[in-house]
């Protein structure tokens, strides 16, 4: 149950595009669609951005997709705001557990 | 709206023992899965345990196993957590979460506030 590989923090400026990855393995991350993000503010509770690797919950802004190659999974910001900055984790199911990824922080320069 | 509340944090001792709650509402209880998770202090994200919606179905984080327990009531619409041989690396926010399903899932679209529990002697 090793923790899913993120880089520890992405940064860009208003208006630009960010992709955060997460690597996991082929008992993970490749092996189903189960893959969610969420988004953490300081002192706040996680919220969920995407699931299922490309969804979107309802209320969410369509700045935020995802997607997934082989065990990397990806999770893209469009046209980034200054309230994007946050904590961002990725989870990946699996057949025993839920593994959360190691976290990114983003900054908007 | 869908409401999670949990209960039951504090600080002890490690080898003590402690029992979370969680109370939810606003929601079919009986119909979906729910998780424990928990943040350290500064740290990221721990995924501790699951249930599924009828009890059946039940997983441990390595970390945890053994000491461990999570349980649910049906009848009550709530979520426990029993904590035993507690040691000060369990020390953290410990949140319950909805799953989006019923089953064994990894989709959490609902999360409480948290209650802190501090191991310290």
């Known amino acids: 149950q090793s923790a899913l590989t993120q880089p520890a923090s992405v940064s860009g400026s208003p208006g630009q595009s960010i992709t955060i990855s997460c690597t996991g393995t082929?008992?993970?991350?490749?092996?189903?669609?189960?893959v969610a993000w969420y988004q953490q503010h300081p002192g706040k509770v996680p919220k969920l951005m995407i699931y299922d690797v490309t969804k979107r919950p309802s209320g969410v802004s369509n700045r935020f997709s995802g997607s997934k190659s082989g065990n990397t999974a990806s999770l893209t910001i469009s046209g980034l705001q200054a309230e994007d900055e946050a904590d961002y984790y990725c989870?990946?199911?699996?057949?025993?557990?839920?593994?959360f990824g190691t976290g990114t922080k983003v900054t908007v320069l | 709206q869908v409401q999670l509340v949990e209960s039951g944090g504090g600080v002890l001792q490690p080898g003590r023992s402690l029992r979370l709650s969680c109370a939810a509402s606003k929601f079919t209880f009986r119909s979906y899965a729910m998780h424990w998770v928990r943040q350290a202090p500064g740290k990221g994200l721990e995924w501790v345990a699951m249930?599924?919606?009828?009890?059946?179905?039940?997983y441990y984080a390595d970390s945890v196993k053994g000491r461990f327990t999570i349980s649910r009531d049906n009848f009550e619409s709530s979520l426990y957590l029993q904590m035993n041989s507690l040691r000060p690396e369990d020390t953290a926010v410990y949140y319950c979460a909805k799953d989006q399903g019923a089953g064994v899932g990894a989709t959490l679209d609902y999360w409480g506030q948290g209650t802190l529990v501090t191991v310290s002697s």
């Open positions: 082929s008992s993970d991350v490749g092996r189903y669609k189960l």
């Open positions: 249930i599924s919606n009828d009890g059946s179905h039940i």
């Open positions: 989870s990946s199911y699996t057949s025993t557990s839920t593994l």
